[in-house]
Nanobody
Framework: QVQLVESGGGLVQPGGSLRLSCSASGSIFSINTPGWYRQVPGKEREFVAV???????NYAEFVKGRFTMSRDNTKKTVYLQMNSLKPEDTAVYYC?????????????WGQGTQVTVSP
């Protein structure tokens, strides 16, 4: 059974940094364009970043220049390095992976990790 496990959230002061990780486990044939999203109470989940299998990245405008997404294919893990954090970055962060296993392809979500940016 495929499972995504996130880690790395926490409380940080404005201007600080955090690194989120998301690891996939299970009988996985391939992982396509994993991404990070975030959500605050009362709002829809929004796109943050995505990375291709070759390492190409795309970011939401509000994180460009501050966040960096990377992946380690051998570990089936993606990362989100978040620098120069702002209070408005406070949210629950979710990773998403489109994973192909023996049953076919489908989207999976991590459990979410809370990021709080506050003095």
């Amino acid at each position: 059974q495929v499972q995504l496990v996130e880690s790395g959230g926490g409380l940080v002061q404005p201007g600080g940094s955090l690194r989120l990780s998301c690891s996939a486990s299970g009988s996985i044939f391939s992982i396509n364009t994993p991404g990070w999203y975030r959500q605050v109470p009362g709002k829809e989940r929004e796109f943050v970043a995505v990375i291709t299998r070759g390492g190409g990245t795309n970011y939401a405008e509000f994180v460009k220049g501050r966040f960096t997404m990377s992946r380690d294919n051998t570990k089936k893990t993606v990362y989100l390095q978040m620098n120069s954090l702002k209070p408005e970055d406070t949210a629950v962060y979710y990773c998403n992976m489109n994973i192909r296993d023996y049953r076919g392809s489908r989207d999976y979500w991590g459990q979410g990790t809370q990021v709080t940016v506050s003095p």
